[in-house]
């Protein structure tokens, strides 16, 4: 058919021309269209048609909490986390939100009621250095009262404050454990990347809420659906109100998109679906831990024959979902320019056409910059030959 020429034809769609020797390449964002080879290859098996009168109501089941999840995704959900074994599902109620950066913000919310340290101060929003520089940045674009940025975890000072621990973490790919504890204290676990492509799945991770999204499990950041799972049925309400209020729901053409996305990774691995069929040779994270260990073997090289750039060392643990020891492969390389000369490694990287994010983003020094290991292989490749060359 038409349609299906067009699909095998159609150009990327992010609308980023092809990189050439001379281009500028952006690693700034963590946009993840390294994924698109990958389902370029799977089929239909991630394909959904919704008929005109379908998912018109606002309404997907109003015996649960969140009103708008679509059952669909709910069980693709509990069952990938069941599939992969890096989150409990049982006992925990699942949300959906417009990426997990919706979900993040309902968490705040719900986590820092009105008055919530008896002095009408906004509670504290802390996260160990480098964070994620989306939390100061989303945190305080409203200037909300009932939180604040409070800065780096490690020397915060007080009992009310909400921790964010984001594990594996963005950007330097460490493991993190909350630092902070006291009874007034509560932490929100952003395990975004804690899936097989990017490290060992050593534990069943069990927090109080733990935020995920498919931008980065899947790589379909474009359907901005992330999901939090939250043990606490008063959190869960409450995180639920503010999506309300923010969107009235959430699309449920995205999650219904979302559910066979994530059913065609679970298939992947499943022998039912998977044995002598089309699905085994198509298993999501094999294919991301290839990739992310060639590009980091790729990196590494490159980064020792310029001879000044150094990297957060590897590390290597025992992955319960490959039965195998395997090291991490963090989204996003924490590269730190070591010539003494250059203090700002974004604008020498942007004066070789990388443009990357500055350290300071992330509460940390201008030396070092944030580059995304996400993006297609052309622009990888050029990207790695431009560092090699570098002196
Ligand atoms: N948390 C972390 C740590 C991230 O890196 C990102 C994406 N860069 C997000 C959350 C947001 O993801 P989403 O696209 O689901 O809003």
């Known amino acids: ?21 001379d281009s500028v390449i952006n690693l700034d964002h963590g946009d993840p269209t390294m994924f698109e080879a990958f389902w370029r290859e799977t089929g239909d098996a991630a394909e959904i048609v919704i008929p005109g009168w379908q998912t018109m109501s606002y309404f997907s089941d109003v015996t649960n909490v ?33 990426g997990s950066t919706q979900l993040f913000m309902a968490a705040l919310y719900a986590l820092a009621p009105p008055n919530a340290d008896g002095a009408g101060e906004p509670m504290s929003v802390v996260s160990t250095a480098p964070y994620y520089s989306s939390y100061p940045a989303v945190t305080d674009f409203l200037r909300s009262g009932l939180f604040r940025w409070g800065g780096d975890a490690d020397t915060f000072v007080g009992d009310t404050y909400i921790e964010l621990v984001c594990s594996p973490n963005n950007p330097d ?35 109080d809420i733990m935020l995920f999204t498919v931008s980065k499990s899947t790589g379909h950041a474009g359907t901005r659906i992330g999901w939090a799972l939250v043990k606490d ?33 679970s298939d992947g691995y499943d ?23 060639e590009r980091w073997s790729m990196l590494r090289a490159a980064a020792a024959a310029s001879g000044i750039f150094s990297l957060p060392d590897e590390t290597i643990g025992y992955c319960n979902f490959a039965n195998e020891t395997a090291g991490n492969n963090p989204a996003f390389a924490w590269l730190r320019c070591d010539r003494e000369d250059v203090v700002d490694c974004a604008g020498f990287l942007r004066g070789h056409k990388i443009l990357t994010r500055c350290g300071s983003q992330f509460g940390a020094d201008t030396r070092y910059v944030r580059v995304s ?19």
């Open 271 to 293: 022998d039912e679906h998977s044995s002598g069929g089309a699905m085994r040779s198509h298993r999501l994270f094999d294919f991301g831990r290839r990739k992310m260990v």
């Open 173 to 207: 790919g460490a493991i993190r454990e909350a630092v902070l504890s006291s009874d007034a204290g509560k932490a929100v676990h952003d395990l975004a990347y804690y899936w097989p492509q990017y490290t060992p799945i050593t534990r069943r991770a069990d927090h």
């Open 66 to 98: 969140c009103w708008f999840l679509e059952p669909d995704f709910d069980q693709q959900v509990r069952r990938l986390h069941r599939t992969v074994g890096n989150a409990a599902v049982d006992g925990y109620h699942v949300l959906v939100g417009t």
């Open 233 to 265: 049925r008063e959190v869960a309400r409450r995180m639920t109100k503010f999506v309300e209020l923010n969107t009235i729901g959430v699309s449920k053409d995205s999650q219904l998109r979302a559910a066979k996305v994530l059913r065609a990774v």
């Open 1 to 21: 058919t038409v349609e299906s020429k067009d699909r095998d034809t159609r150009a990327p769609s992010t609308g980023k021309p092809a990189v050439t020797h």
């Open 373 to 391: 290991m996400l993006d297609r292989d052309d622009a990888f490749d050029f990207f790695v030959r431009r560092l090699a060359s570098l002196k």
